[in-house]
């Protein structure tokens, strides 16, 4: 045994000192006796110097600079308390380390494939650590959360999201690979930063980009064939189109618009339960009309249909509003995304509003269930929009999803004030939970609010289509993933309970969730032929553990 094999070997623990003739053995003569400790006493010593770091930033420096010294311990960090891990190496704090990666920069982390080496981009994709990969995510950096064109900084969400994949769907490590396409950056200040480390130019025309696009994905297929590509935080004009273009080409989704769309519909089929209503027979609004927000409405759409709705009716009882007011089919400014969802200006004639309905208008005239927002309009989801809501609905359902959270349309704890505490909630960002100090139906002071991250689908599917080996993921398996984490909904059992599992059990949740997706995949075709005992078992083959 090697002496470094020696000072991770488990069985050692603190406390345990090597015998003289032990340390001659294995190399170990000046090495402290006692300094060589189990893998779980470096988990709580590594605890405590995340609990040392000034703010959550640093926590985060820290913890990246772990992964690249020693994957496995990282691993086993995050696992050993997922709550307190998950905001730290993804949302919120990776907003700030993507909007500060040039400064934060330490080591090469992924591919770079920028646009002056076009190429030469199967010769890079060569480049990559492993042969074997089984998962990419790449983005562009051009909309990075709420914060918008980092550049090269996008980055942060590629590793970061495959730390997940890792952490909560068992996906080794060492067959993933983060990926960030640089074109340029149109934000003025990285490009009179002096230590921006990305291509130093305006983002490339549209005409030129879709190309660049198509050649990476052709690299792609011609080098990786049989990988998972998610597509992630790319602008709303390039987002759907992409996704529309290579869905049916190779194993591929896009998780702002998919993932978000199984997460948010996750969290409505347990409200829609607690709520005693059929989803189908709910009035849903969102605010924001965007490539995630549009996502969201259609997968809504598609489950009423599944449910029984005509695909008309199911269209009617959905309301899009955006920034200019609600979408509407006399609009000459929206997408053929958007237009699906535009309502006939009849339906809106008797409202007595001289120009375009807004947010206001559409919760006055309309007896709204759900109010959804992807919008990053911070407080758009005011006190009165609210009362006026929950005055129509016994238990409204109100999903301020946007991120990070300075940009939530509305903070958890007013909407619980505006309705009395009648509201079911659900948000993008981590908020405090709600104080129930002196209500007697309620047994706990305090409950946590479900936070729609889409952690809770994307490492799942991950791990479905891996262990599954499906070619395609298709509208359905988003859909089974969405009705697999609406049934592990703590809030089915006890209506005062959080409408999404609490995070220390979501990697147990994860493999339910992988089992109705590999189920789908084959019940669509698009995976071979396998038994649900076939199935769990090639998603416990496939699940990676950390450790020495």
């Not at 330490?106 to 080496?117: I, Q, V």
């Not at 080409?249 to 519909?265: C, E, K, P, S, Y």
Request: hydrophobic content about 45%.
């Amino acid at each position: 045994m090697e002496p470094s094999q020696v000072l991770n070997d488990p069985l050692r623990t603190k406390g345990t000192a090597f015998t003289e003739a032990e340390r001659r053995e294995h190399g170990l003569l000046g090495l402290l006796p006692y300094a060589v400790t189990s893998l779980d006493v470096q988990v709580r010593r590594s605890w405590s110097e995340v609990h040392r770091q000034a703010d959550d930033l640093a926590r985060y420096v820290y913890l990246r600079a772990l992964q690249d010294r020693n994957e496995n311990l990282f691993y086993s960090v995050l696992a050993a308390d997922v709550p307190a891990a998950l905001p730290l190496v993804y949302t919120p704090t990776v907003a700030e380390g993507c909007r500060r990666f040039s400064e934060l920069w330490r080591r090469p982390r992924g591919l770079y494939l920028s646009w002056p080496d076009r190429a030469d981009l199967r010769e890079m994709l060569r480049n990559r650590p492993h042969e074997d990969v089984d998962v990419i995510v790449v983005t562009d950096g051009q909309r990075i959360l709420g914060i918008g064109d980092q550049g090269v900084g996008g980055m942060g969400i590629p590793v970061g999201k495959l730390s997940l994949y890792t952490l909560i769907g068992g996906i080794d490590p060492a067959r993933t690979l983060p990926i960030l396409l640089d074109v340029g950056t149109d934000n003025a200040e990285l490009l009179d930063d002096p230590f921006y480390l990305g291509w130093r130019h305006r983002r490339v025309p549209d005409e030129a980009y879709v190309a660049f696009v198509e050649d990476f994905v052709a690299a792609v297929e011609a080098e990786m064939p049989d990988v998972l590509l998610q597509w992630e935080d790319f602008a709303t004009p390039h987002a759907a189109p992409i996704l529309a273009r290579y869905r049916d080409r190779l194993l591929t989704f896009n998780d702002d618009i998919q993932g978000t769309a199984a997460v948010a519909l996750g969290a409505l089929q347990g409200a829609a339960a607690v709520a005693g209503t059929r989803l189908l027979d709910q009035q849903v609004v969102m605010l924001g009309a965007g490539s995630a927000g549009i996502g969201v409405m259609e997968m809504i759409r598609q489950e009423m249909v599944d449910q029984g709705a005509t695909p008309d009716a199911a269209r009617a009882h959905c309301w899009v509003v955006d920034v200019r007011g609600l979408l509407t089919t006399d609009r000459d400014d929206l997408s053929d995304d958007q237009r699906a969802f535009a309502h006939d200006p009849a339906d809106v004639a008797g409202w007595g509003v001289s120009e375009l309905p807004g947010l206001a208008d559409v919760v006055e005239h309309v007896d709204v269930g759900v109010l959804l927002g992807l919008s990053t309009a911070q407080g758009a989801f005011t006190e009165q929009i609210v009362r006026t809501m929950a005055a129509k609905v016994d238990r409204p359902i109100v999903f301020p999803l946007s991120n990070p959270t300075a940009n939530a349309e509305a903070r958890p704890a007013d909407v619980d004030a505006w309705t009395d505490g009648r509201a079911l909630i659900a948000t993008g960002s981590p908020f405090p939970p709600l104080a129930r100090d002196g209500d007697p139906d309620i047994p706990v002071a305090d409950v946590p609010v479900a936070q729609c991250n889409n952690v809770y689908i994307f490492p799942a599917v991950g791990l479905a289509v891996t262990a599954a080996r499906a070619t395609r993921v298709t509208d359905a398996m988003m859909r089974a993933a969405a009705r697999a984490l609406g049934d592990a909904s703590p809030a089915l059992a006890d209506s005062h309970a959080p409408l999404l599992p609490a995070w220390a059990d979501v990697r147990g949740v994860a493999d339910g969730i992988a089992l109705a997706v590999a189920r789908q995949a084959v019940a669509d075709g698009v995976a071979p032929r396998a038994g649900d005992d076939d199935l769990r078992a090639a998603i416990r083959r496939t699940r990676w553990t950390p450790g020495y």
